[in-house]
């Protein structure tokens, strides 16, 4: 069996493809990074057989044990807004060890407007475009590392819209029903859930050669944000709605508050997800897309500890 190095496991990605690899008939062997090995998330994999090494990204010494005698590692970070350089610090360090150590496969989550900080409007400066230019950063270490890589471009979180992160991402819409946003009712989000996060990643570790020196963006579909907030509402058992600011108050907002910039850029996340593409590469590998209506459904008791509050 092979044996993959997550550097990540207790984050919303490492942990959901953990999760789909472990449930596999012959489950492969999983080293992950762990900064706090007594959590409960970690100690439950822990009890599924998965080695937890503790320290964080920087920690040099903790990521070589974990790449050493991998066949492939997975890559997922989340920003730093006090040190802009440590993904790329962690993503040069990782490169390293897995060159020294022949590991001959890496597979990179990244994001959807990396190509298209331009096109989007988003200046270079702001909190949002420090983010974006960082993972444009890490995905052009991976590529030129000289080593076999997958990097993956997944599109909007369906967890996005329950708690931990409902409380970011859709500020007072549990705690008012309303969310202010900088997105209309009519924009087009292509999501993706968590089991798909974790299905396709499982697929890159394993897929070394098919998917070797690809990039892949995927989604499971697409609706307009009126659909989602009708799909929400009706799983919440509460009318949930959005309401737009205006341009003026975008504008004003966008340059201090990554969330409102963000959501000006997702008003075109549905021109770069094809997600008719992602969904037929889905059917070939045997996976069925899951929409935001099933998703919510699994996660149940997550919408109703969420919006049952009031």
């Given at each position: 069996?092979?044996?993959?190095?997550?550097?990540?496991?207790?984050?919303?990605?490492?942990?959901?493809?953990?999760?789909?690899?472990?449930?596999?008939?012959?489950?492969?062997?999983?080293?992950?990074?762990?900064?706090?090995?007594?959590?409960?998330?970690?100690?439950?994999?822990?009890?599924?057989?998965?080695?937890?090494?503790?320290?964080?990204?920087?920690?040099?010494?903790?990521?070589?044990?974990?790449?050493?005698?991998?066949?492939?590692?997975?890559?997922?970070?989340?920003?730093?807004?006090?040190?802009?350089?440590?993904?790329?610090?962690?993503?040069?360090?990782?490169?390293?060890?897995?060159?020294?150590?022949?590991?001959?496969?890496?597979?990179?989550?990244?994001?959807?407007?990396?190509?298209?900080?331009?096109?989007?409007?988003?200046?270079?400066?702001?909190?949002?475009?420090?983010?974006?230019?960082?993972?444009?950063?890490?995905?052009?270490?991976?590529?030129?590392?000289?080593?076999?890589?997958?990097?993956?471009?997944?599109?909007?979180?369906?967890?996005?819209?329950?708690?931990?992160?409902?409380?970011?991402?859709?500020?007072?819409?549990?705690?008012?029903?309303?969310?202010?946003?900088?997105?209309?009712?009519?924009?087009?989000?292509?999501?993706?859930?968590?089991?798909?996060?974790?299905?396709?990643?499982?697929?890159?570790?394993?897929?070394?050669?098919?998917?070797?020196?690809?990039?892949?963006?995927?989604?499971?579909e697409t609706l307009t944000l009126k659909e989602m907030f009708a799909v929400l509402s009706s799983k919440a058992g509460r009318e949930l709605r959005m309401e737009s600011l205006s341009e003026e108050e975008v504008e004003a907002t966008k340059g201090s508050n990554p969330f409102?910039?963000?959501?000006?850029?997702?008003?075109?996340?549905?021109?770069?997800?094809?997600?008719?593409?992602?969904?037929?590469?889905?059917?070939?590998?045997?996976?069925?897309?899951?929409?935001?209506?099933?998703?919510?459904?699994?996660?149940?008791?997550?919408?109703?500890?969420?919006y049952g509050r009031q």
């Amino acid at each position: 069996m092979p044996t993959f190095f997550l550097n990540n496991i207790t984050g919303l990605q490492g942990s959901a493809t953990a999760r789909y690899l472990l449930d596999q008939p012959s489950p492969p062997t999983i080293v992950a990074l762990c900064r706090d090995p007594t959590s409960p998330k970690a100690q439950a994999f822990q009890k599924q057989g998965v080695t937890l090494i503790k320290g964080d990204w920087d920690n040099a010494a903790a990521i070589e044990e974990g790449v050493k005698g991998a066949d492939a590692v997975f890559m997922n970070f989340m920003p730093d807004f006090n040190d802009w350089s440590a993904n790329l610090r962690s993503t040069n360090t990782t490169i390293a060890h897995c060159k020294t150590h022949a590991v001959p496969h890496v597979v990179l989550s990244s994001g959807v407007y990396v190509d298209n900080l331009a096109a989007l409007g988003v200046q270079p400066d702001s909190i949002l475009g420090k983010i974006l230019t960082t993972k444009a950063d890490l995905e052009k270490a991976v590529k030129e590392s000289g080593l076999n890589y997958t990097i993956l471009r997944p599109a909007n979180f369906m967890a996005n819209y329950i708690d931990p992160f409902a409380q970011r991402q859709v500020l007072g819409l549990a705690e008012t029903g309303v969310w202010k946003t900088a997105l209309r009712e009519d924009d087009k989000l292509p999501l993706v859930s968590t089991q798909t996060i974790g299905r396709v990643a499982a697929r890159a570790l394993q897929e070394p050669v098919s998917l070797g020196q690809k990039t892949l963006t995927y989604a499971d579909e697409t609706l307009t944000l009126k659909e989602m907030f009708a799909v929400l509402s009706s799983k919440a058992g509460r009318e949930l709605r959005m309401e737009s600011l205006s341009e003026e108050e975008v504008e004003a907002t966008k340059g201090s508050n990554p969330f409102v910039a963000g959501q000006q850029a997702m008003r075109n996340m549905a021109q770069l997800v094809n997600v008719d593409k992602a969904r037929e590469r889905m059917a070939d590998w045997g996976m069925e897309p899951v929409s935001f209506a099933r998703y919510l459904d699994s996660e149940a008791e997550g919408v109703k500890a969420t919006y049952g509050r009031q």
